[in-house]
């Protein structure tokens, strides 16, 4: 079995594939091209390719098309976008319905060799009676009328329609799977790759273990819950003569606060509760590298709960706290405050002038950044309202201050603050180091943007509604003004506001909108506020 695995310490793994030869191992994650990879999907690629990649072997992207009404090609393009967001080559590139014509000839020599039947049960009989394990009126008809119903189904005729193709395995096993399933269907809706040629479709349990075998998959690997279909897979292989595949089967991931269905995410689209399949709230792989997720940190993730059996509920701090090891060494540091409530304060005794600093004190190959002095300066409302008259305070890359006169409203705001320059204080010795911003033309504005979850609801359970978990508000917006390094960021820099979190550039400044960057959870506070 596949369970002689281990997931050591972060960054080293040993899981090892059953059966497996350097050189001979060929994987493939078959995605359904209906919609847009989300975090459960980058856990089936990403462990694809790394078997692939330990074994030196191969990965087949395969697009699982067998289903017509829910497939389009659009969406094979957006899933190999996703697949390069996370590192996964798709330069192999299959489809299910290449093999078409070769299942259809399977299918007519299990009908040939009484493997398999034409049925035309209703569905809701078909259901009651396969509960009930109970055989199916045309399980016993003539390998001649099977064909003939078969050729009125490829023809999609009345009759045709009104009929299924299903194994003859074992009505009356205890494992559901077995009870003749249903391996052809009728569908009359073009397909996106072989148009009208078809009208009769194999099932994912016909295609799936042919396909592997033809393609030459040595590993197939699948999500446990379709342990109990194992049997089926080697049934159809068996029956049809054809080389076999080992399976191995993993766990499903979920997270906490989260909706892992395409379906479920396509509804929070259609209502505009998000702003489409990228929004950073999502679990897609769109949203995720949106929010400043790094492949990095994604795949030492995914890796760790790879050899799991359980279906995991994974909690997201951990992910973002491990994405924060990785960014925080390598992310440059600026200084921005919160234009609500900022407070101008005057320095006594500073002058106008630009200093260079390291970007990052720990990091000098990072390079250096411009720090304006000048004798006023933002401080954030919550700083000056912890200063007390007469304090010591270090102002951070620059020295020590004393508190002369703080100034407040009736409500208590504070609305202006009087330093005095101490430049011989020892900062060892104050308690507080406060971020600050001086007041000239390099102070940028831009926009801070921060989210909750989508959902209220920990642990989403069979039977929920989802329009009853929605969380009423989970965008937050926040003006603030920058320092003007900012300014030479791109789309997708990663950074640190001191003091306020890591963060990545979405929508660089234009003509009439300041800049937008959207707060990177670090795995501590859930939101900046
Ligand atoms: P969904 O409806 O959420 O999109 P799906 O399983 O129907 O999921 P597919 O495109 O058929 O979507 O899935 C492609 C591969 O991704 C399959 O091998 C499937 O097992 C795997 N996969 C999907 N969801 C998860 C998950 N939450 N955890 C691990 N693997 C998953
Ligand atoms: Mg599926
Ligand atoms: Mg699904």
């Excluded at 090609?73 to 330069?91: F, M, N, P, T």
């Excluded at 979920?254 to 379906?263: C, G």
């Excluded at 990785?326 to 609500?340: F, N, S, T």
Aim: proline share 4%.
């Amino acid at each position: 079995n596949n369970k002689g695995s281990k997931a050591a310490d972060q960054g080293k793994f040993e899981i090892g594939l059953t059966d497996a030869m350097m050189g001979k191992v060929c994987t493939r994650f078959p995605p359904e091209p209906s919609g847009y990879l989300h975090i459960g999907h980058a856990k089936a690629a990403l462990l694809n390719q790394y078997f692939a990649d330990t074994y030196k072997g191969k990965l087949i992207i395969r697009f699982d098309d067998t289903n017509p009404s829910k497939e389009k090609s659009e969406y094979e393009e957006s899933i190999k976008e996703d697949l390069a967001l996370i590192g996964v080559d798709s330069s192999v590139v299959s489809h299910t319905s290449d093999f078409f014509d070769q299942m259809y000839e399977l299918a007519l020599k299990l009908i040939k060799d009484g493997k398999a039947f034409c049925d035309d049960t209703e569905q809701m009989t078909m259901r009651e009676e396969r509960t009930a394990r109970i055989p199916s009126k045309c399980r016993d008809n003539s390998i001649e009328e099977n064909l003939r119903r078969f050729a009125e189904m490829a023809k999609g005729s009345e009759e045709g329609l009104k009929n299924c193709l299903r194994a003859k395995i074992d009505y009356n096993s205890p494992n559901g799977t077995m009870r003749d399933p249903v391996i052809y269907r009728c569908n009359l809706t073009p397909h996106h790759c072989t148009g009208d040629k078809w009208k009769v479709y194999p099932t994912y349990d016909f295609a799936c273990p042919i396909v592997d075998s033809l393609e030459g998959v040595s590993h197939a690997l699948r999500t446990n819950e379709y342990r109990d279909r194992n049997v089926q897979y080697d049934w159809m292989l068996e029956s049809l003569g054809m080389r076999k595949v080992t399976i191995w089967d993993f766990g499903r991931i979920n997270f906490v606060y989260t909706l892992l269905s395409k379906r479920k995410l396509q509804w929070f689209v259609d209502q505009g509760l998000v702003a489409g399949w990228d929004d950073p709230r999502f679990p897609t792989v769109r949203g995720i590298r949106r929010r400043g997720m790094t492949i990095e940190a994604l795949k030492t993730y995914i890796l760790m709960q790879g050899a799991s059996q359980n279906t995991l509920l994974l909690e997201w701090d951990k992910l973002w706290a491990l994405n924060r090891k990785i960014i925080d060494p390598i992310a440059p540091r600026y200084v921005a405050v919160l234009k609500e409530g900022a407070v101008v304060c005057n320095i006594a005794g500073a002058t106008a002038e630009i200093k260079e600093h390291p970007v990052h004190k720990k990091n000098l190959e990072l390079g250096n950044k411009k720090t304006h002095y000048g004798p006023k300066v933002y401080l954030d409302q919550e700083d000056a309202k912890s200063l007390e008259d007469g304090e010591e305070v270090t102002l951070m890359d620059w020295g020590n201050v004393f508190v002369r006169k703080i100034v407040k409203d009736d409500k208590g705001e504070v609305t202006s603050v009087d330093l005095e320059l101490h430049l011989a204080g020892d900062f060892k010795k104050t308690k507080k180091k406060l971020t600050w911003l001086t007041v000239d033309e390099d102070a940028t504005d831009c926009i801070l943007l921060d989210y909750d979850y989508l959902i209220t609801k920990k642990k989403v359970e069979e039977g929920d509604e989802v329009k009853d978990l929605v969380t009423p508000e989970s965008e937050f917006r926040y003006a603030a003004i920058a320092d003007g390094n900012i300014r030479d960021l791109k789309k997708g820099d990663i950074f640190q506001f001191e003091r306020k979190g890591y963060f990545i550039l979405d929508a660089p400044a234009t003509a009439t909108e300041p800049a937008h960057f959207i707060r990177i959870p670090d795995g501590k506070a859930a939101t900046m506020a």
